[in-house]
């Protein structure tokens, strides 16, 4: 018998059916697992976010997700990541999710990328060539505002898509 072996790939969720899978994912990690929102995670941020996904092969499954926005010129963030609770062996995902995430912002333009990391992940973060820059508090629970190295996040080619316009009060994403 023939057991396949999953893979993962990570892109820009912009379909309307990576993204409602994007946000359902969210939500169960932030809200439903974590509780750190009551109904949905979804802010004004969302609305000038890229949306990223991990996807598991050969079901094309999403199993992680993060997003990034540039708050102003050359200044990227990224947030909410996470991965899927059955998927979170070995936190290949995870650093998946942020080389796509930061090599992403990198090419288009970014000359900072921050995060806030919550405690319990910060030296997962630090392995992964990213400085602490001081602590502080987020939703009551300790967290590290980091920044990533750019040079361990090289350029790529992919090129900076329009957003699409996205309706944050769809049953779907709220």
């Known amino acids: 018998m023939t057991t396949t072996k999953t893979t993962y790939s990570f892109e820009l969720a912009l379909s309307k059916e990576r993204s409602a899978d994007y946000f359902k994912l969210r939500k169960r990690i932030f809200c439903q697992e974590q509780q ?25 499954r999403v199993v992680g997700v993060v997003r990034i926005y540039e708050s102003e010129p050359r200044l990227w963030y990224g947030g909410r990541l996470g991965t899927h609770p059955d998927f979170r062996r070995g936190w290949r995902i995870g650093k998946g999710l942020i080389n796509k995430a930061v090599t992403t912002a990198n090419t288009w333009g970014c000359d900072r990328f ?24 987020i939703l009551g629970r300790p ?32």
């Open 36 to 60: 750190l929102f009551d109904t949905h995670d979804v802010d004004e941020t969302d609305r000038h976010a890229y949306p990223i996904v991990a996807l598991a092969h050969p079901e094309d």
């Open 114 to 137: 921050l995060a806030t990391v919550q405690l319990q992940n910060v030296r997962f973060f630090t392995r992964l060539h990213w400085n602490s820059l001081e602590e502080i508090d």
């Open 143 to 174: 967290h590290h505002l980091m920044e990533a190295d750019l040079d361990f996040y090289p350029a790529t080619d992919q090129q900076r898509p329009e957003l699409p316009l996205l309706d944050l009060s769809l049953p779907n994403v709220a």
